[in-house]
Nanobody, 124 residues
Framework: QVQLVESGGGLVQAGGSLRLSCAAS????????MGWFRQAPGKEREFVAA????????HYSDSVKSRFTISRDNGKNTVYLEMNSLKPEDTAVYYC?????????????????WGQGTQVTVSS
């Protein structure tokens, strides 16, 4: 089992920035993919970004590309999501997820472990 704990969410004005963190513990190992998803009120959960092992390859959804940056610190088993130029439509609960095996994926079903989520609210 892998446990994931997100932090860093909050309320920010449009155009502002936030940095989310997700610490993994438990049966972590090298090679796994770490990703971020989000779910806005009344909408389905959607892919935001993912980062491969050891961290040189990243993947973003079109809606956040050039504004968000995903990174990871493998020594700390932690993944980060730096969010800049935030928009009201970025308001959502953000979830960290781990895909223990396999390559790049934006499919929710490919991720086996999930955090509890952290709320990000962007005011206009």
């Amino acid at each position: 089992q892998v446990q994931l704990v997100e932090s860093g969410g909050g309320l920010v004005q449009a155009g502002g920035s936030l940095r989310l963190s997700c610490a993994a513990s438990g049966r972590t190992s090298s090679g796994y993919v770490m990703g971020w998803f989000r779910q806005a009120p009344g909408k389905e959960r959607e892919f935001v970004a993912a980062i491969m092992w050891p961290g040189s390859v990243t993947h973003y959804s079109d809606s956040v590309k050039s504004r968000f940056t995903i990174s990871r610190d493998n020594g700390k088993n932690t993944v980060y999501l730096e969010m800049n130029s935030l928009k009201p439509e970025d308001t959502a609960v953000y979830y960290c997820a781990v895909r223990p095996w396999g390559g790049r994926s934006s499919a929710e079903a490919d991720y086996d472990y999930w955090g509890q989520g952290t709320q990000v609210t962007v005011s206009s």
